[in-house]
C-alpha cells in the first residue's frame, strides 16, 4: 500500500528556512507521478505549493516561486521540501500528496505536519 | 490565477437529506475538477476526479457533475458519517487552486 509520511522541526524562526521530509513507501517516486506539496493554513484554506515530478522536473505556485524549492533522494524514496525566509504567514500544516497523471487529482496524502513560525 | 468560488461556505441538512455544494471557477477548466473531503485533524480524501468519476472506494451516494465553469457535488441520501468539510479543487491550470470549503454539519 502507498503511504507517504511528513516529518518536519514543528518550529522554525521567522527569517529562517524551513525543511520537510515526504517519506514514500510502498511506490517509487520515479517510476510515476507528481510528488507534491500543499498546505493548509489557520482557517482552513489551503495552497498547492509545488511539486516533483517521477522524472525531476519541478512546477512551483508563483506566489512562492523566489522561496521555494523541492528537490527529492530517490535512494531515500523520499522529496523534500525547502521555503526560504519564512514569515508568520508560513504558519500551517503541511501535507505531502501524490497526482496522479490523466485522472487529474491527489489518490494519497500524508497525515501531515503542523508548522509553525515563531520567535 | 483560476479563482474557485464554493458555495455555500456551510450548511446544516438532516440525515437522508441530498445535500448539494457548488463550485465555479472564473474561466473554463475543462472538467479538470475534483472534490474533497476533509475531516477534523485528517488529511483530506479524494471523492471526484475529473467531474464526474468516483473515486475508488467512495460510496455511490457521492457524485459529481458539472463541466466549461460550473461544477457541483451531490450527496443522494445524507448520513452521519458525511459531516465534514468539503473542498473542491481546479487542474485546469497551473497554479492549482482550491475552493474556499463548505463546512457540512447535522442538523
Known amino acids: 500500500d502507498v503511504q507517504l509520511q511528513e516529518s518536519g522541526p514543528g518550529l522554525v524562526k521567522p527569517s529562517q528556512s524551513l525543511s520537510l521530509t515526504c517519506t514514500v513507501t510502498g511506490y517509487s517516486i520515479t517510476s510515476d507521478y507528481a510528488w507534491n506539496w500543499i498546505r493548509q493554513f489557520p482557517g482552513n484554506k489551503l495552497e498547492w505549493m509545488g511539486y516533483i515530478s517521477y522524472s525531476g522536473s519541478t512546477s512551483y505556485n508563483p506566489s512562492l516561486k523566489s522561496r521555494i524549492s523541492i528537490t527529492r533522494d530517490t535512494s531515500k524514496n523520499q522529496f523534500f521540501l525547502q521555503l526560504n525566509s519564512v514569515t508568520t504567514e508560513d504558519t500551517a500544516t503541511y501535507y505531502c500528496?501524490?497526482?496522479?497523471?490523466?485522472?487529474?487529482?491527489?489518490?494519497?496524502w500524508g497525515q501531515g505536519t503542523t508548522l509553525t513560525v515563531s520567535s | 490565477d483560476i479563482k474557485m468560488t464554493q458555495s455555500p461556505s456551510s450548511m446544516y441538512a438532516s440525515l437522508g437529506e441530498r445535500v448539494t455544494i457548488t463550485c465555479k471557477a472564473s474561466q473554463d477548466i475543462k472538467s479538470y475538477l475534483s472534490w474533497y473531503q476533509q475531516k477534523p485533524w485528517k488529511s483530506p480524501k479524494t471523492l471526484i476526479y475529473?467531474?464526474?468519476s468516483l473515486a475508488d472506494g467512495v460510496p455511490s451516494r457521492f457524485s459529481g457533475s458539472g463541466s466549461g465553469q460550473d461544477y457541483s457535488l451531490t450527496i443522494s441520501s445524507l448520513e452521519s458519517d458525511d459531516t465534514a468539510t468539503y473542498y473542491c479543487?481546479?487542474?485546469?491550470?497551473?497554479?492549482?487552486?482550491f475552493g474556499a470549503g463548505t463546512k457540512l454539519e447535522l442538523k
Open positions: 475529473y467531474a464526474t
Open positions: 500528496a501524490r497526482y496522479r497523471y490523466g485522472s487529474s487529482y491527489f489518490d494519497y
Open positions: 479543487l481546479q487542474h485546469g491550470e497551473s497554479p492549482l487552486t
